[in-house]
């Protein structure tokens, strides 16, 4: 009996050992400041590889994988909220949304008034042509040529560098690939992973791209300024560049392995 009663005491001890080891590793899981565990994400689903939304509404793409997976990580569920791209930076501001992955880049104007994450993925921006133009095969070409550009985008700010350039903008990539179909401008700044990736995937028909890569950018998630999520969000993107989720993840959408990147870019 004094045998049984001490193997009792020993499961109750074991099992309290257990529980507590369970409620220290889930305390760091807790958002900061919050009760909540759950995150308001904006994405625009108009840039595929990175969001894209499927004809039944699932959102699918590369950006949407890795906020899941760093969700998992940190304990929190993600509640995407699809928003146009040139109204990101304002709801950030205004605190709408908790945080923004939609193939942003990181540059030093947007950090005046918002906040990123350490960068998660190397990009560019590339010249896009009609299929049929032999005139523009660089950016010395572009001179004095109808380029459009994506509104607040980093490939607005390199149009203005074009001398003569006749610059158009638009909300978003779409409209820009269309109006270049129309023939209405002959060129377009665009980002050329995204780019690219539609042209394997023909869903880009009739367009090329031209010339190198003339930038050399790095996306981030984007959140407001002293935001509580912001530390969990790149202690999650450390874990999963350091145990292989984020390698899985570049490899799903892009079948090659990541290049490195920076820690921290300004
Ligand atoms: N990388 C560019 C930028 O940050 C364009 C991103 C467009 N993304 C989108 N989901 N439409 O300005």
């Not at 499927?54 to 993600?78: C, H, Q, Y």
């Not at 040529?145 to 980093?154: C, D, E, L, N, S």
């Not at 530390?231 to 999650?236: A, D, G, P, T």
């Amino acid at each position: 009996m004094k045998l049984v009663k001490l193997k009792w005491c020993q499961i109750i001890v074991s099992l309290s050992c257990v529980l507590l080891t369970i409620a220290c590793n889930n305390s760091h899981t807790t958002i900061p400041n919050s009760g909540t565990k759950y995150l308001k994400v904006a994405t625009d689903p108009t840039f595929i590889p990175f969001e894209i939304q499927r004809a039944n509404g699932k959102l699918e793409g590369f950006d949407i994988d890795l906020m899941n997976a760093i969700a998992d990580s940190s304990g929190f569920t993600v509640q995407f909220q699809s928003l146009p791209f040139d109204g990101m930076i304002s709801a950030l501001q205004a605190k709408k949304i908790d945080a923004a992955i939609s193939g942003m880049t990181i540059t030093p104007k947007r950090l005046k008034t918002i906040s990123f994450s350490r960068p998660y993925l190397k990009a560019g921006l590339a010249i896009a042509v009609r299929e049929d133009n032999s005139d523009i095969q660089d950016l010395n070409s572009l001179q004095g040529k109808r380029i459009a550009v994506q509104i607040g985008t980093p490939g607005a700010d390199f149009a203005k560098t074009i001398p003569n350039a006749k610059i158009s903008t638009f909300n978003s990539g779409p409209e820009f690939f269309q109006d270049l179909l129309n023939g209405n401008v002959d060129a377009v700044f665009c980002d050329a992973f995204a780019t690219l990736y539609a042209l394997k995937i023909n869903s880009l028909p009739k367009i090329k791209v031209v010339g190198n890569i003339l930038t050399e950018e790095y996306y981030g998630i984007a959140t407001p300024q002293d935001s509580p999520y912001l530390n969990l969000i790149n202690k999650s993107l450390s874990t999963l560049f350091a145990n292989g989720t984020y390698t899985k993840i570049y490899r799903k959408w892009f079948n090659t392995l990541p290049p490195q990147l920076p820690e921290q870019l300004y």
